[in-house]
T-cell receptor, first 114, second 113 residues
Framework: EAGVTQFPSHSVIEKGQTVTLRCDPI?????LYWYRRVMGKEIKFLLH????????ESGMPNNRFLAERTGGTYSTLKVQPAELEDSGVYFC????????????FGSGTQLSVL | QKEVEQNSGPLSVPEGAIASLNCTYS??????FFWYRQYSGKSPELIMF????GDKEDGRFTAQLNKASQYVSLLIRDSQPSDSATYLC?????????????FGSGTRLSIRP
């Protein structure tokens, strides 16, 4: 069974550009999470989807970040326009269903904003 | 105060000894607690979870939870060099299940041969 996959694995962009990260959760997993780890800091919660609905987006830093999960399958996280402080590793995780909190993580996208 | 606090380490333990990793959390109402292992450059991997006060054992790993003290720990018995990694404590602080899972900054563990 395929795990959580993320694309791209690395992205280097200039300040002001747009980047879109993609996450494909494990098939059948209703819960999808986005997390971010900035250098030297803890993994920070960004948001949580249950199927196609945003359950909790309290961790999204500002309105330059837009997450979608159309159809309740894969998710995208768009950063527009990117700023220097957006650099870090963006992790996606999924879990099976309601009341299941065991997260399976993707390998992450390393984003560098220059 | 951070929501989930861990000593960043590094914690150095001789091979074969017991490694003890600690974590405290701020939300007294938290119900679910997790330990993830992350090798350098890799994604976090769930190794233990615990919901009730007391000990939970799985192979060489034991998770311990004390809700009154808001403290959760992970013991690794018979430590092996392959246990060298960063260990992340995570706590579900959401109002519903599978909601806001908050991570500590992790403890780097090094097992010396």
């Amino acid at each position: 069974e395929a795990g959580v996959t993320q694309f791209p694995s690395h992205s280097v962009i200039e300040k002001g550009q747009t980047v879109t990260l993609r996450c494909d959760p494990i098939s059948g997993h209703d819960n999808l999470y986005w997390y971010r780890r900035v250098m030297g800091k803890e993994i920070k919660f960004l948001l949580h989807f249950v199927k196609e609905s945003k359950q909790d987006e309290s961790g999204m830093p500002n309105n330059r970040f837009l997450a979608e999960r159309t159809g309740g399958t894969y998710s995208t996280l768009k950063v527009q326009p990117a700023e220097l402080e957006d650099s870090g590793v963006y992790f996606c995780a999924s879990s099976l269903g309601q009341a299941n909190e065991k997260l399976f993580f993707g390998s992450g996208t390393q984003l560098s904003v220059l | 105060q951070k929501e989930v606090e861990q000593n960043s380490g590094p914690l150095s333990v001789p091979e074969g000894a017991i490694a003890s990793l600690n974590c405290t959390y701020s939300d007294r109402g938290s119900q679910s607690f997790f330990w993830y292992r992350q090798y350098s450059g890799k994604s976090p991997e769930l190794i233990m979870f615990i919901y009730s006060n007391g000990d939970k054992e799985d192979g060489r790993f034991t998770a311990q939870l004390n809700k009154a003290s808001q403290y959760v720990s992970l013991l690794i018995r018979d430590s092996q060099p392959s246990d060298s990694a960063t260990y992340l404590c995570a706590v579900n602080m959401g109002y519903s299940s599978a909601s806001k899972i908050i991570f500590g900054s992790g403890t780097r563990l090094s097992i010396r041969p």
